[in-house]
C-alpha cells in the first residue's frame, strides 16, 4: 500500500552534516505517522524522530535533539531527516518508517511500512 524509499546516506567526517530523505509512494493513508529510526550493528532499532504528515510539530528523540531535525514537503510526499554536528555513534543504517496516527508517539511494532534503510558512516 505504501513505498518508502530512502535516500542520502554516506560516508562523512565527525562534525559534519547529511540530509537524509524518505520519498513516499503508492496509495497511501489519509492520516501516515511518519518516523526515523536507525541500527547500529549489535544494538536495537532506537527511534530517532517523528513528524506527523500534515502536521508543523515534530518530535526528536533526546538523543539528537539540538542536531537533528525531521521536515516534510507535502508537494513531493517526501520526509527529511536534516543531521547536522554528527559523531562517530550516530553510525548506523536509518530506516524511513510509517504508519497510522494515533494521537501519541507510536511503538516500533505500530510503524507497518519500512523503507529498506540508508547507511550513514561517520568517522573520528
Known amino acids: 500500500q505504501v513505498q518508502l524509499v530512502e535516500s542520502g546516506g554516506g560516508v562523512v567526517q565527525a562534525g559534519g552534516s547529511l540530509r537524509l530523505s524518505c520519498a513516499a509512494s503508492g496509495r497511501t493513508f489519509s492520516s501516515l505517522d511518519m518516523g526515523w529510526f536507525r541500527q547500529a550493528p549489535g544494538k536495537d532499532r532506537e527511534f530517532v524522530g517523528r513528524i506527523f504528515w500534515t502536521s508543523t510539530v515534530a518530535y526528536i528523540a533526546d538523543s539528537v535533539k539540538g542536531r537533528f531535525t525531521i521536515s516534510r514537503d507535502n508537494a513531493k510526499n517526501t520526509v527529511h531527516l536534516q543531521m547536522n554536528s554528527l559523531n562517530p555513534e550516530d553510525t548506523a543504517v536509518y530506516y524511513c518508517?510509517?504508519?497510522?496516527?494515533?494521537?501519541?508517539?507510536?511503538?516500533?511494532?505500530?510503524?507497518?511500512?519500512w523503507g529498506q534503510g540508508t547507511q550513514v558512516t561517520v568517522s573520528s
Open positions: 518508517a510509517a504508519g497510522r496516527y494515533r494521537g501519541r508517539l507510536l511503538n516500533l511494532g505500530e510503524y507497518e511500512y
